[in-house]
Antibody, heavy 119, light 108 residues
Framework: QVQLVESGGGVVQPGGSLRLSCAASGFMFNSYAMHWVRQVPGKGLEWVAVVSFDGSSEDYADSVKGRFTISRDNSKNTLYLQMSSLRPGDMAVYYC????????????WGQGTLVTVSS | SYVLTQPPSVSVAPGKTADITCGGNNIGSKSVNWYQQKPGQAPVVVIYYDSDRPSGIPERFSGSNSGITATLTISGVEAGDEADYYCQVWDTSSDHWFFGGGTKLTVL
């Protein structure tokens, strides 16, 4: 079945870096754009970044632009999010999600990985 | 930035109908998607393209987009429908994705 599994979350100090991974299975990974979406515990959802199906283009929310980099390795069916200059406000559960359809909904989502930014 | 406005909470008795609204500037020109998120779980799409329902989602879930407000309607509400619901759009002008603030549905 279609599945996304995130990893790489953990505790990092303010100003530090972390790389998240999202392993995809059960579908043709290289045919879909992929996203990262985050959620501060107890709060709402915030779109973070998107990468095209072939990795040739990407885009970011203003809140992370210049600090985060989304990428993918289609040979490994894996999506990445390199996060640097982390701030307390970046502390959240990070989900990867597949882009679907002309209206660009997210389906499925991974189970999420928690990033804690604290000294 | 495109702002989507949802009521923070909606309460409904079992068996009744719940309407969850999502407002945004000229929202009728956009396609709205809806997600259900239960505690400790990832979101799941329940409506896409304003009113289409993915396979496996009960017919009790429906959506509409009037141009002023998009609405997720849950008919015959069950206790298992208690969750947070989020609307979402893709804004073509910015090529960014936006979520509403979420609505907590409480089944009385």
């Amino acid at each position: 079945q279609v599945q996304l599994v995130e990893s790489g979350g953990g505790v990092v100090q303010p100003g530090g870096s972390l790389r998240l991974s999202c392993a995809a299975s059960g579908f043709m990974f290289n045919s879909y754009a992929m996203h990262w979406v985050r959620q501060v515990p107890g709060k709402g959802l915030e779109w973070v970044a998107v990468v095209s199906f072939d990795g040739s283009s990407e885009d970011y929310a203003d809140s992370v632009k210049g600090r985060f980099t989304i990428s993918r390795d289609n040979s490994k069916n894996t999506l990445y999010l390199q996060m640097s200059s982390l701030r307390p406000g970046d502390m959240a559960v990070y989900y990867c999600a597949r882009d679907r359809g002309q209206t660009h909904w997210f389906e499925p989502w991974g189970q999420g990985t928690l990033v804690t930014v604290s000294s | 930035s495109y702002v989507l406005t949802q009521p923070p909470s909606v309460s409904v008795a079992p068996g009744k109908t719940a309407d969850i609204t999502c407002g945004g500037n000229n929202i009728g020109s956009k396609s709205v998607n809806w997600y259900q998120q239960k505690p400790g779980q990832a979101p799941v799409v329940v409506i896409y393209y304003d009113s289409d329902r993915p396979s496996g989602i009960p017919e009790r879930f429906s959506g509409s987009n009037s141009g002023i407000t998009a609405t997720l309607t849950i008919s015959g509400v069950e206790a298992g429908d208690e969750a947070d619901y989020y609307c979402q759009v893709w804004d073509t002008s910015s090529d960014h994705w936006f979520f509403g603030g979420g609505t907590k549905l409480t089944v009385l």
